[in-house]
């Protein structure tokens, strides 16, 4: 049940303001920690110090429910694999060779991702403005993507980073799609923590390959500082925060957070690593905001 609102209640109100605060740090840790730690690897462990954490406090659900949780294994194992393993590994190899503004921007175009691949899997029909949002959305994309040289682009010559990232907006969108359609027996964090476990489940084999063939990793206090801050700041925090919000607020308000997700991060990257707003990324950001605008909004009957 969603708590009562009043005319002098803007907590929530302020809440989304800070929410994406704690995500978008997920860019910052995707271009500044792959100095230290290689991508896969610290998806890994991120994702394993997430699972220590929350262990403890869901313990005895996880265990009362040991039949739930063979019944849902593969629907979990999925989500983990999407949420924790695509989306947790492809924006640290996408911080190697793109900014955090191409990261943030592109990220956001998730929302209307969920739309197309929701009609493919759920036949949900789209209305004229989210399908005219999608068009718009996707334009903004390939914008920045292509740095707003259209011969980049069809000669396939832009950053690999951009589409690192791409790729996990989709892994995104699929999370949240099933998610949200496929019911579960556990609580909300109780099935965190069980999908976090199989993030790590799915990442651990990439981990060993990176380890042994590709990137050493150095268990030094650099690697301590950002797994840590992987798994509390854009992790466990943002998750709590965005799962108080949808109590207040419910899902759709909620996740316009998502959206301030690519301002924040611009931000970020403008703060600590110096990086340059060009024309392109307030071109591309700006498409790619009104075709999410417009991909939320109904049609007028």
Same mark, same amino acid.
């Given at each position: 049940m969603k708590p009562s609102l009043t005319k002098n209640n803007y907590f929530p109100y302020i809440l989304l303001l800070i929410q994406p605060v704690f995500m978008s740090t997920n860019t910052i840790i995707a271009r500044g920690a792959v100095e230290f730690v290689p991508p896969i690897s610290l998806a890994f462990w991120r994702w394993f110090t997430v699972f220590i954490i929350l262990f403890p406090f869901f313990f005895s659900e996880i265990i009362n429910k040991k039949k739930e949780l063979k019944k849902e294994s593969f629907k979990l194992l999925f989500l983990g694999s999407m949420g924790c393993g695509v989306c947790g590994a492809f924006p640290f190899i996408a911080g190697m060779t793109t +900014?955090? @503004? &191409? =990261?943030? =921007? =592109? *990220?956001t175009s998730s929302p209307v991702i969920i739309i197309v691949l929701s009609f493919f899997l759920f036949n949900e029909k789209p209305n004229l403005l989210k399908i005219c949002g999608l068009i718009v959305c996707i334009l903004g994309v390939f914008i920045i993507i292509s740095k707003g040289n259209i011969n980049l682009f069809l000669n396939l010559n832009f950053t690999s980073g951009d589409i690192w990232v791409f790729g996990a907006a989709v892994g995104w969108a699929l999370y949240s799609i099933y998610l949200l359609n496929w019911n579960s027996k556990f609580s909300i964090m109780a099935r965190f923590t069980i999908i976090s476990m199989f993030g790590f489940i799915t990442l651990l084999p990439f981990f060993l390959i990176e380890n #042994? *063939? #590709? @990137?050493? +990793? &150095?268990y030094n206090q650099n690697f301590l500082f950002w797994v840590l801050f992987a798994a509390i700041s854009p992790s466990i925090i943002a998750f709590s925060l965005h799962t108080r919000l949808q109590r207040y607020l419910g899902a759709s308000l909620a996740g316009f957070g998502l959206y301030l997700f690519a301002v924040y991060g611009a931000i970020f990257g403008i703060i600590i690593f110096e990086e340059p707003l060009l024309n392109f990324h307030y071109v591309g950001g700006a498409l790619v905001f009104l075709g999410v605008y417009l991909a939320k909004r109904k049609n007028k009957t």
């Open positions: +900014t955090m @503004a &191409n =990261i943030g =921007i =592109i *990220y #042994f *063939y #590709f @990137a050493k +990793t &150095n």
